[in-house]
């Protein structure tokens, strides 16, 4: 995947809207989009290792994490650079080749460090400054798919996940075969 091998994103106002959901119970609930989903397991299966480090603590995250295959989830993070910083040796990739998707303050010191910073289209001012990429998608609303594929058209293989998709898994002729 050319030198981003890792992609590092924020929940609330990157994966999600920014919305925080209040249920009878208490509980916060957030909804994810589904097109950046399809987009970070195209990032895994290109080799990429997706992070995910947020604020706040959620098990919704947890459980969406595990839908996506996500292996690093930090939540309740007080310092997203420093944690970040601490899984790099684990995941075997320096902070360049790390592109990062933010969109509010904490996420600064990341983004000003990492090979490749990322606001999306609702971001603040500062956040915006400090990427090289603004997306057109808001957070929540397919933010992450757009940013996944910048990247994969930047190096040629966004084109193999298309085909990759595209290709049948049962021949025409066999479609309507009795099993």
Aim: aromatic content about 4%.
């Amino acid at each position: 995947m050319g030198e981003i091998r890792c992609l590092c994103l924020d929940v609330d106002g990157v994966l999600t809207d920014g919305r925080v959901y209040i249920g009878d119970d208490g509980q916060p609930m957030r909804a994810f989009h589904i097109h950046d989903g399809l987009a970070i397991r195209a990032f895994h299966r290109m080799g990429g290792t997706v992070v995910i480090i947020t604020g706040k603590r959620s098990n919704a995250v947890q459980v969406r994490a595990d839908e996506l295959g996500i292996q690093y989830c930090v939540q309740g993070s007080e310092d997203k650079l420093a944690d970040l910083l601490r899984l790099l040796p684990e995941i075997g990739v320096e902070l360049e080749q790390v592109a990062a998707v933010g969109d509010d303050l904490p996420d600064l010191p990341v983004l000003r460090r990492c090979g490749f910073p990322i606001a999306v289209a609702n971001a603040v001012a500062e956040v915006k400054a400090a990427a090289q990429l603004i997306t057109k998608r808001r957070g929540g609303e397919g933010a992450v798919r757009e940013a996944v594929e910048h990247l994969l058209r930047g190096d040629g293989r966004w084109d193999e996940i298309v085909r990759g998709i595209d290709r049948p898994t049962i021949e025409p002729s066999e479609r309507n075969q009795p099993q």
